[in-house]
Protein backbone atom coordinates (compact mmCIF):
# COMPACT_ATOMS: atom_id res chain seq x y z
CA UNK A 1 0.00 0.00 0.00
CA UNK A 2 1.37 3.13 -0.76
CA UNK A 3 0.22 6.87 0.89
CA UNK A 4 0.52 10.25 -0.24
CA UNK A 5 -0.82 12.98 1.80
CA UNK A 6 -2.48 15.99 -0.36
CA UNK A 7 -1.55 19.69 -0.03
CA UNK A 8 -5.30 19.73 1.11
CA UNK A 9 -4.19 17.42 4.09
CA UNK A 10 -5.95 14.51 2.68
CA UNK A 11 -4.39 10.96 2.23
CA UNK A 12 -4.61 9.24 -0.85
CA UNK A 13 -4.35 5.37 -0.43
CA UNK A 14 -2.93 2.96 -3.10
CA UNK A 15 -2.65 -0.44 -3.04
CA UNK A 16 -2.45 -3.54 -5.21
CA UNK A 17 -5.49 -5.51 -6.41
CA UNK A 18 -6.41 -9.52 -5.25
CA UNK A 19 -7.19 -11.80 -8.00
CA UNK A 20 -10.77 -12.96 -7.12
CA UNK A 21 -11.50 -9.88 -4.64
CA UNK A 22 -15.01 -8.80 -4.78
CA UNK A 23 -14.42 -5.78 -2.05
CA UNK A 24 -11.40 -4.47 0.41
CA UNK A 25 -11.87 -3.30 3.41
CA UNK A 26 -9.43 -0.57 5.23
CA UNK A 27 -8.73 -0.19 7.99
CA UNK A 28 -6.74 2.73 10.30
CA UNK A 29 -5.07 2.48 13.74
CA UNK A 30 -7.72 4.97 15.14
CA UNK A 31 -10.34 2.20 14.30
CA UNK A 32 -9.68 -1.05 14.60
CA UNK A 33 -13.08 -2.18 13.55
CA UNK A 34 -12.38 -0.47 10.03
CA UNK A 35 -12.80 2.99 8.76
CA UNK A 36 -16.16 4.21 8.17
CA UNK A 37 -17.52 4.43 4.87
CA UNK A 38 -14.38 2.62 3.97
CA UNK A 39 -16.08 -1.09 3.75
CA UNK A 40 -16.73 -2.76 0.41
CA UNK A 41 -14.51 -0.92 -1.60
CA UNK A 42 -14.16 -2.22 -4.91
CA UNK A 43 -11.64 0.20 -5.79
CA UNK A 44 -8.04 -0.21 -5.26
CA UNK A 45 -7.79 3.47 -3.94
CA UNK A 46 -9.27 5.69 -0.90
CA UNK A 47 -9.03 8.88 -0.20
CA UNK A 48 -8.70 9.90 3.80
CA UNK A 49 -9.21 13.40 5.30
CA UNK A 50 -7.97 12.61 8.83
CA UNK A 51 -9.78 15.32 11.46
CA UNK A 52 -6.39 15.92 13.28
CA UNK A 53 -2.78 15.72 12.74
CA UNK A 54 -0.76 12.99 13.49
CA UNK A 55 0.47 9.46 12.53
CA UNK A 56 -2.01 7.01 11.26
CA UNK A 57 -1.20 3.33 9.71
CA UNK A 58 -3.47 2.32 7.57
CA UNK A 59 -4.17 -1.89 5.76
CA UNK A 60 -6.16 -3.57 3.92
CA UNK A 61 -8.03 -6.76 3.45
CA UNK A 62 -9.51 -8.38 0.28
CA UNK A 63 -13.07 -10.56 0.15
CA UNK A 64 -12.21 -13.44 -1.86
CA UNK A 65 -15.20 -16.12 -1.99
CA UNK A 66 -16.86 -14.56 0.89
CA UNK A 67 -14.18 -14.69 3.33
CA UNK A 68 -12.21 -11.54 4.44
Known sequence: MAGVVQPDN???LTWSGV???TSY???ETES???VSGAT???TTTSTRNPSTM???QYWVTALVSGTE
Do not use: E
Request: glycine share 12%.
Open 25 to 27: KLY
Open 32 to 34: PSG
Open 54 to 56: RNY
Open 40 to 42: ALT
Open 10 to 12: SIV
Open 19 to 21: VGA
